[in-house]
């Protein structure tokens, strides 16, 4: 910075103080900080500053290359630049007055910067430029597809580089090109090698011969201490189907920013944790006036957020080079616009790297429109992964199967007809079309309800064995890829698995199972109907094909047990380990294990 006098017609900016603690992984004191912070919001555009944006790495490009390095054997490292914005080069001249606690001896003097500082509008962008213009002085070549994705390529080797601001992570099939790479970012500015992919983005990051397993563990704990609910009960979904909310509907917040806080952070959280992506979605659109009810849904969330904090997505290593991506759309579910929700998911084998869920921007006439302008949404992210995977250099076959649950959008797309129910779709929406006889994609019917587009009933979960069970028989959520009856189960486990589920029925293992059997007046063939259901249910998930009348010895005889020996009963809303909630209320002989009824 030089000292001097400022040129006329050039107001300075002031400048503040900030101090911080920065924590290590594990929330311990890694160091205090003090850095001197421009006020920017006191610059003029078009005199002080033109152009602002700066890219950063997109999250599907991550997981993506996460996908491809546990499979791959690809090393992993990352680096921290230190004061990444004081590198950057500025064009403007930018004038700005001495900070706190340095009194010139003549008060009009001010500072001319001739480096970024933090806290400019520009400062963001000048650092990107500067550090892709020492990437690509040593060979690299920045990617059309991610413009923060770097690439070198040789026949033997791949080096990889993504920049998500001043946080680099680098992977490679060997050591060489790393450690020369971090030398040369190192001699330019100073950067802290931080070894082996731990932490990124706030991203918890744990490897194993089984994979990369990534969580937001530690953000999320901090958001539910933030919230205070620390000690609350736990929710076992998202969000209550039962539930509408309206724009108008409730008391309206006295304090609405603590709303909007809480709303911006679920959806950061929403990078890794696809089934809260909806309810996200539908409370983000009443920041502006939020009422009771919305903050009471949002709570929710954090209180499902609290049944399982640390989990996350697994990348196997075992794992298939096979794209296939699942679409969905609901039916109006705005009460305000009438709007439909659209819904995707893409799996690269049985890793998930991209999903979403999102308004549509126009009011569709019919069920097969929004089905179908939801394939034109995954058409265009399968297109642009294609695109992203030619830039990895890594061959993926296609056709990329994608199931819908909807054979009039599948029609559609497959047959160029054109008539009075269709003539009205805009042409965009006919990509689909277009890629389907370009035979990137190829369409398949599937029957599922989807946790992008709706509520459910079903609490869901991600765990580290990559295997998802539910509470109901026939049904299973596309985001996971899974259905009951087919999971795999080692044989060396199945006597453990079959004894545990017996101890569970037989209500010997501490696991409550009856909720006020004898307290409530019903029938016995009530009860004897959902326990055979329920007991089918988690014998299904555990991969035990048992025939009904052996079930229904089983559930007779642990009802007589559980009466004879005069057990408490402490509720049907338990939890097996590892085999997701059951129902909290017993259906109607009549009904389907999946409906509730009230008590």
């Not at 602002?52 to 996908?67: D, N």
């Not at 809480?262 to 409370?283: C, E, H, K, S």
Request: hydrophobic letters at 35%; aromatic letters at 10%.
């Amino acid at each position: 910075m030089d000292f001097g006098k400022s040129l006329a017609g050039k107001k300075p900016i002031s400048c503040r103080w900030v101090y911080r603690i920065k924590h290590k992984t594990d929330s311990s004191i890694d160091r205090y900080k003090a850095c001197l912070v421009a006020r920017g919001f006191t610059q003029t555009e078009g005199l002080d500053y033109y152009e602002t944006f700066s890219p950063v790495v997109k999250i599907t490009t991550v997981c993506l290359v996460l996908a491809l390095a546990a499979i791959n054997k690809w090393f992993l490292h990352q680096l921290d630049v230190d004061n990444a914005f004081l590198h950057g080069d500025l064009t403007e001249d930018i004038y700005m007055k001495p900070p706190p606690g340095l009194y010139p001896s003549t008060p009009d003097l001010v500072y001319k910067l001739q480096k970024s500082l933090y806290g400019l509008k520009q400062a963001n962008r000048n650092w990107n430029h500067k550090l892709t213009s020492e990437l690509l002085s040593i060979e690299y070549t920045q990617r059309s597809a991610d413009h923060s994705l770097f690439i070198k390529h040789s026949p033997s080797t791949i080096t990889i580089i993504m920049v998500y601001v001043d946080d680099i992570l680098l992977s490679r099939n060997n050591l060489s090109e790393i450690t020369t790479v971090k030398d040369h970012l190192h001699s330019k500015f100073h950067i802290k090698n931080l070894g082996d992919l731990k932490y990124f983005m706030v991203f918890e990051i744990a490897r194993s011969q089984a994979g990369i397993c990534i969580n937001q563990r530690k953000y999320c704990l901090e958001l539910i201490s933030e919230a205070g609910m620390l000690g609350c009960k736990p929710a076992p979904t998202p969000t209550d189907p039962s539930v509408k909310l309206h724009a108008d509907e409730g008391i309206p917040l006295t304090d609405p920013s603590s709303y909007r806080r809480l709303i911006g952070r679920l959806l950061y959280l929403t990078n890794m944790w696809p089934d809260v992506a909806f309810a996200v979605q539908q409370l983000s659109q009443f920041v502006s006036t939020p009422c009771q009810p919305h903050m009471q849904q949002a709570m929710r969330i954090i209180r499902y957020l609290k049944n399982a904090p640390s989990s996350g997505l697994l990348y196997a290593a075992d794992n298939s080079f096979r794209i296939h991506a699942y679409s969905d759309s609901d039916w109006a579910t705005c009460a305000t616009t009438r709007r439909f929700i659209s819904g995707f998911c893409v799996f690269l084998g049985t890793s998930l790297i991209s999903w979403k869920s999102k308004k549509q921007t126009t009011v569709s006439k019919s069920s097969s429109e929004a089905e179908y302008r939801s394939l034109a949404s995954l058409t265009c992210e399968l297109q642009w992964l294609q695109y992203l995977l030619k830039d990895l250099h890594i061959p993926c076959p296609t056709p990329y199967s994608v199931y819908c649950d909807n054979n009039s959008a599948i029609h559609i797309a497959k047959n160029p007809t054109f008539h009075e129910r269709t003539k009205h779709i805009d042409i965009d929406c006919h990509v689909t079309r277009q890629k389907l006889q370009d035979g990137l994609i190829k369409l398949l019917h599937v029957s599922s309800p989807c946790v992008f587009t709706k509520s459910t009933h079903i609490s869901s979960s991600i765990i580290a064995e990559d295997v998802v069970y539910h509470t109901t028989e026939e049904c299973w959520i596309v985001i996971y890829n899974i259905k009951p009856n087919t999971v795999k189960v080692d044989k060396e486990n199945e006597k453990k698995r079959k004894l545990e589920a017996l101890m569970i029925c037989c209500n010997v293992s501490g696991i409550p199972m009856f909720q006020e059997l004898f307290s409530r007046q019903y029938r016995v063939e009530e009860h004897h109907t959902y326990l055979v259901s329920a007991f089918k249910i988690h014998l299904n998930m555990a991969g035990i094909r048992v025939s009904s009348k052996f079930i229904s010895f089983l559930v007779l005889l642990a009802m007589a047990f559980s009466f004879f020996a005069q057990l408490t009963p402490v509720g049907a809303d338990f939890k097996v380990r590892k085999l997701g909630d059951m129902p909290r209320k017993p259906p109607s002989p009549a009904s389907n294990p999946s409906q509730h009824i009230t008590t």
